[in-house]
């Protein structure tokens, strides 16, 4: 009998990035369907605010101040986050930063270096943690893990002056379909997200540009701008037990734009 589809108490989901934009969407969606929430955020002040929000759920919710390009505090982060919650069952690295625009020849090293640091290592790092969580508990008689990168519409189309910022979020989509195999056996599920356009502090600046919103709006079919609350459903879908049997897959949330 299918009851509770969708019913995530007692699960905990890991969220970095998750103190504003679509990781608050994310957070606030699995909150909302009993999911204890931990966030990782390198604001403390929106981290509180998130917080706040998130409390008022109902299930119990923890913010970590992270910097996730930083090994030694994300296995920190992580073993505080296992020392409040007894669990992580759902680990979503979301955390990312955006390239400044730069022409590609003159880019410099620690330019570069600083994108591919929070994108790439510090999914890495954050990832590393979690499978080795995932993997021990399956081993204790307890398989079940959710695996969940967000990467970019920068995936499908490329990055003009942010080749940088395109080749890490471009990087995620085979990590996770490997994952998703590797892991498999443990219970372990794992998928990528590609957001469109979102009104997230990351946009904001393309957002004010007029140029930018009269090229870019009429080619969204659903004429409005995506907001962190789209995203809410997603996770709680990846999350719930109705998806143990759907991996490796890659999610265009995007309000039509990629495909038209």
């Known amino acids: 009998m299918i009851k509770d589809m969708f019913d ?43 917080v706040e929000t998130l409390e008022a759920y109902g299930p119990k919710v923890s913010a970590y101040k992270c910097n996730v390009a930083d090994q030694a505090e994300v296995n920190r982060c992580f073993a505080e986050t296992l020392a409040t919650h007894g669990r992580v069952d759902g680990c979503f690295a979301n955390a990312g930063i955006s390239a400044r625009g730069e022409d590609f020849d003159k880019m410099d090293e620690d330019e570069w270096h600083r994108i591919i640091d929070v994108n790439l290592n510090g999914v890495f790092y954050t990832f590393k943690c979690a499978t080795a969580h995932m993997r021990e508990r399956a081993d204790n008689g307890d398989p079940f893990g959710r695996l969940v990168a967000t990467a970019s519409l920068a995936v499908i189309s490329g990055q003009a002056k942010g080749e940088h910022y395109a080749a890490t979020k471009g990087a995620l989509v085979p990590m996770i379909k490997a994952l998703a195999i590797e892991y498999a056996r443990y219970g372990v599920t794992a998928h990528t997200l590609l957001p469109g356009w979102v009104e997230t502090g990351m946009t904001e600046q393309s957002f004010a540009w007029d140029r930018f919103v009269e090229n870019v709006m009429p080619r969204i079919p659903m004429r409005r701008w995506g907001q962190p609350e789209d995203f809410a459903a997603i996770a709680c879908y990846i999350m719930s037990t109705a998806t143990n049997w759907h991996t490796a897959d890659t999610f265009l949330i995007d309000g039509g734009y990629a495909t038209f």
């Not at 969407?25 to 605010?49: F, H, P, R």
């Open 8 to 50: 995530l108490s007692g699960r905990v989901a890991l969220i970095t990035g998750g103190n504003g934009g679509i990781g608050l969407g994310m957070a606030e969606g699995l909150a909302s369907q009993g999911c204890e929430v931990s966030i990782w955020g390198t604001n403390e002040d929106k981290n509180a605010a998130a």
